[in-house]
């Protein structure tokens, strides 16, 4: 089956630690999307991806980093510089330029303890 | 002002009943425009693109009003797992970059009752 998988479902991280979450598409999909949803607030851009070896920051960038070595990953690694960590973390993908419609993984659930 | 805004709700509506929302954005040059349903703790999932010339899909219509910038999502004959979040997005053009990035409402929380 074709779709967006994230990894882990649900993780639990101590203050001042990295993680990485991750995000992978078997679409042929040249666009991948990172985005943040708190409660009761809209998707929020954090790193968008529109070819391999290339990624631009969205709106809240500061504190999280992406690489994209290949086309079917999206890596996130939320370092301990990001203050407010503790939210719905969800990779997306699109067919590319003239397509934007986005198709989204389950969603990663970060815990800051 | 917001890019995109929605009414949060919840719409409580009973069953059967037609219900409709809009969704507001502020960049007239936007081109795209989708409605997304969002279940509880889950994923967004697109409900439909909206056309210019609106669309229709089953029991869900989605309408485009250019002149005062606005899409609406109208649900006929709801059931009750018609329960959701829905999101609306819209292409806002970045300068110097080709594709377009989607900004979100925060949604609209419809519950229908039976």
Redesign the interface.
Known sequence: DGGITQSPKYLFRKEGQNVTLSCEQNLNHD?MYW?RQDP??????IY?S?IVNDF?K?DIAEGYSVSREKKESFPLTVTSAQKNPTA?Y?CASSR??GY????????T?LTVL | RKE?EQD?GPFNVPEGATVAFNCTYSNSASQ?F?WYRQDC??????LM?VYSSGNEDGRFTAQLNRASQYISLLIRDSKLSDSATY?C?V?RQ?LM???????????TKLIIKP
């Open positions: 666009a985005y009761g607030q809209g998707l929020r851009l968008y529109q631009q969205g719905f969800l590319g330029e934007n419609e986005q198709f989204f993984g389950p969603g659930r | 995109v949060p795209s989708f703790r889950k994923e967004p999932k697109l693109s999101l997005a292409n970045v970059d080709s594709n377009y990035q989607l900004i979100w409402g925060a949604g």
